[in-house]
């Protein structure tokens, strides 16, 4: 395995990280709400599609910003706001998607006296997959940090992150923590906790790099069977929300083909064409020798409550399967 070697986490008594705010233990609802639930309760409860609901990321540029997060990691942390949000700038307008990532339990010490951040920049696209980290002994050089991919050493190693950014949405920390925990418990070199990944209502949320497999609804046992199947080269289909360099379309018809087969393995299907009309899409994928045309539907929600924050219920979209053929 090559790569920056892993900096030890030394386990805190605490049960959250300090600055976050919110513990694992218990969801409180906020005054005044009557029959408030947790978003994630909510979702389960209704029983919410998962299938494209990935947010869309090609590229991704991992920072390790080790203190404690407020609502946007790199605005509101140990790193300077103003460093952060032209940190943020640049890569998005480089197509890259930031993500801080962090170790779990770690002492507040090492939390505070932060002295080097590790990066990673990771490529999802299909036949480009790749990984390579380096490191920074000041922040301010993600400034100049090449965004081509040649910086950093390659890695065969994969990632695990687990969204665990308590600010951002409290299901994040109630499901997202002891998901985090218990896989670092398991794979400590491999795994990180993040911050948000899009799609409270899904926690706890997790994500597979290089490939940018966006997972939801992940218990600590389904966190280590996607790590289980993902050394294989293969998904966890009930629980995969997306891949991340898809459109949301592809990663619904990906969904529809893999239940129509029963091929879990990651690079079963290739989207070749998308043809939007008047009650969806037409979606050509080709698995195999095969090309299989997949007919997605969309329909709204009814009006829901999408993040513990959100106040105003409203629709979303929902993709339906119509059919899968081959040709």
């Given amino acids: 395995m090559t790569g920056l070697p892993p900096r030890t986490s030394v386990p805190d008594a605490g049960s959250g990280s300090p600055g976050d705010g919110v513990r694992a233990e218990s969801v409180r609802a906020p005054a005044g709400a009557g029959e408030w639930m947790p978003c994630s309760d909510r979702a389960l409860q209704r029983d919410d599609p998962l299938a494209g609901t990935a947010g869309f990321g090609e590229r991704w540029l991992l920072v390790e910003i080790e203190s404690g997060w407020g609502r946007h990691a790199f605005f509101d942390s140990a790193l300077d706001p103003a460093l952060g949000a032209r940190v943020v700038a640049r890569a998005e307008e480089a197509g890259i998607r930031p993500l801080a990532i962090r170790r779990t339990r770690l002492r507040a010490p090492l939390r505070r006296d932060q002295t080097s951040w590790r990066w990673a920049l990771v490529d999802c696209r299909p036949g ?16 100049t940090l090449p965004l081509d991919g040649s910086a950093g050493e390659p890695s065969e190693a994969p990632i695990y992150a687990v969204c665990a950014h308590a600010r951002h949405d409290q299901c994040c920390a109630v499901r997202g923590r002891p998901v985090v925990e218990a896989l670092a418990a398991e794979h400590p070199e491999l795994t990180w906790e993040c911050s948000h990944l899009g799609g409270d209502r899904f926690a706890a949320t997790m994500i597979a790099f290089p490939e940018g497999l966006l997972y939801g609804r992940v218990g600590a046992e389904d ?3 996607v ?3 993902h050394a294989e080269g293969r998904v966890v289909p009930e629980l995969l929300r997306g891949r991340t360099c898809l459109s949301t379309v592809a990663q619904a018809a990906e969904a529809f083909a893999r239940d129509e087969t029963g091929d879990d393995r990651i690079a079963a299907f290739r989207p070749l ?6 009650h969806g899409w037409t979606v050509e994928l080709a698995h195999g020798e095969d090309r299989l045309t997949v007919e997605v539907g969309e329909r709204l ?7 513990c924050a959100a106040t105003i219920a409203r629709p979303v979209r929902e993709f339906v399967p119509v059919s899968v053929s081959s040709a």
């Fill in 301 to 307: 929600s009814e009006p829901l409550l999408s993040t």
């Fill in 227 to 229: 790590v289980e199947r």
């Fill in 273 to 278: 064409a998308e043809h939007p009309h008047p």
């Fill in 223 to 225: 966190a280590s069977r």
């Fill in 128 to 143: 480009r997959e790749g990984i390579r980290w380096g490191a920074v002994d000041d922040p301010a050089e993600l400034l």
